[in-house]
């Protein structure tokens, strides 16, 4: 038996050097997250002691996503140029020193720019990690892994309600902030030391493993690209309409950030800590989902990626319309379609889209492209939550203040099925010619061009 097939298996996520490297991008995007998702479950808290009205509430969440959405697009482009390493250090370090601060806020002008600038740093997380995986693992694996490492992103929803609700209760909304940014640090420590661009430059990587990764790509793959080959790629019409789809596709699902916890605990009266065991289940599903979409698009629809692409916001439109239309059925039910049923948009979409501009383009362009896409998306995301605090109805009560809230959402899912529909069909895997239809020449191929 060789030695790398004792010692590292190509089909596995975690194996070898690649799955340890895997493994602390997945703790990396878990910390910051969890440091994204405490905000927001929080504001009933920060928003009670501060005296903040639902406009200001609405403003203050977005705040991040106005920091966060013009540096998705900045990250992608610095990963393709200058490596996704040092974007993921930036970002760990920053969030950070961030969020610890946001605990020290006295007032809302504080709460608004504390919030934003940790956007700032917030937006080199996206893009360069998912070019780290475009690097990492090619062919079939790129929808595993981008799936497994959505799912990651998914994970704080269950991590941090039993953190965030349970100290705010005890000892003060303020010190949730303070103990959850404490995580980052041990996180930059593994990126500093475990993290690398490319299988040749990560230290103590043996040769038969590195040589395996490489067998599985077509080509080589480039640490860094020039401007130029990154604008290159830009000019294929379906990388344009799935960048408009991506600019919707997700972008409502920020509302259930701000109005799920608001809804809850401040209109419906629950109890923070029914919350805490609640928000975890609902979030299981997403989660669960997420940790087998990579299977799910290698074993139905030939391994196209569109059919993904559209069933995610449909999960979007139903879940968020169901919220809309039926607010007197039981909270958790409610809670469900919002955050576990709407939720599965994300697994189910930028699960797939990953693999989709891998094969439309070419896998170093991956950083740009998500940033692109990325920031699109938060772009719309902020300009929905800002505005959302004047769509309560405040003629309705309880949880039917915030049915106009979700109609709007269902409504922009809804929109981000028509550029999918309409961008070139992606093929992740190669099927033989006896498995491809007649009426599709094509589908031998592992990927279509546009």
């Known amino acids: 038996m060789s030695a790398v097939s004792s010692t590292f298996r190509p089909d596995r996520l975690m194996s070898g050097k690649r799955g340890l490297l895997f493994f602390i991008i997945l703790v990396v995007n878990f910390v910051v997250w969890l440091d994204v998702a405490k905000f927001g479950l929080l504001n009933p808290f920060w928003s009670a002691e501060l005296n903040l009205n639902p406009e200001q509430i609405a403003q203050a969440s977005a705040s991040y996503l106005l920091g966060y959405f013009p540096m998705l697009l900045i990250a992608g482009v610095l990963a393709d140029r200058f490596g996704a390493k040092r974007m993921l250090v930036i970002c760990v370090a920053g969030v950070t020193v961030m969020s610890a601060s946001t605990g020290l806020v006295v007032n809302y002008d504080e709460l608004y720019w504390r919030n934003l600038i940790f956007g700032v740093f917030f937006g080199f997380l996206w893009a360069p990690s998912q070019r780290l995986i475009s690097n990492w693992y090619p062919g079939t694996m790129s929808p595993k892994a981008t799936a497994v490492w959505m799912s990651s992103t998914l994970l704080p929803g269950i991590i941090a309600p039993m953190i965030a609700y349970p100290l705010a209760t005890s000892f003060g909304w303020r010190s949730a902030f303070y103990v959850i940014a404490a995580l980052g640090v041990p996180a930059l420590v593994l990126l500093v030391l475990f ?153 189910f979409f930028w699960g797939t889209v990953n693999g989709y501009w891998a094969g439309i383009a070419r896998p170093e362009v991956t950083g740009t492209l998500n940033g692109i896409a990325a920031a699109l998306q938060v772009a719309v995301g902020w300009f929905i939550v800002s505005n959302s605090g004047s769509w309560l109805d405040a003629n309705a009560s309880g949880l039917a203040q915030l049915s106009p809230i979700w109609l709007v959402g269902a409504g922009i899912f809804a929109f981000a099925i028509i550029p999918v529909l309409i961008s070139k069909e992606v093929r992740l895997r190669k099927i033989s010619v006896d498995d491809a239809p007649a009426s599709d020449p094509d589908a031998i191929t592992e990927r279509t061009g546009v």
């Open 195 to 347: 993290i690398a661009e490319v299988p040749e430059k990560l230290r103590g990587i043996s040769a038969e493993e590195r040589d395996a990764i490489r067998n599985g790509f077509e080509g080589t793959t480039k640490p860094r690209l020039k401007v130029g080959e990154v604008l290159q790629a830009l000019k294929k019409p379906s990388i344009i309409t799935m960048g408009i789809a991506t600019a919707f596709a997700t972008s409502a699902t920020w509302l259930s950030g701000t109005w799920l916890p608001y809804g809850l605990i401040t209109l419906k009266q629950v109890d923070p800590n029914a919350v805490a065991l609640a928000t975890p289940v609902l979030a299981l599903v997403p989660v669960g989902v997420g940790l087998l979409h990579g299977k799910l698009v290698e074993r139905f629809f030939q391994s196209r990626t569109k059919p993904w692409l559209v069933i995610g916001p449909l999960c979007g439109v139903i879940g968020y319309g169901y919220a809309a239309l039926m607010p007197d059925s039981p909270w958790f039910l409610w809670a469900f379609m919002i955050a576990g049923f709407a939720y599965l948009c994300d697994p």
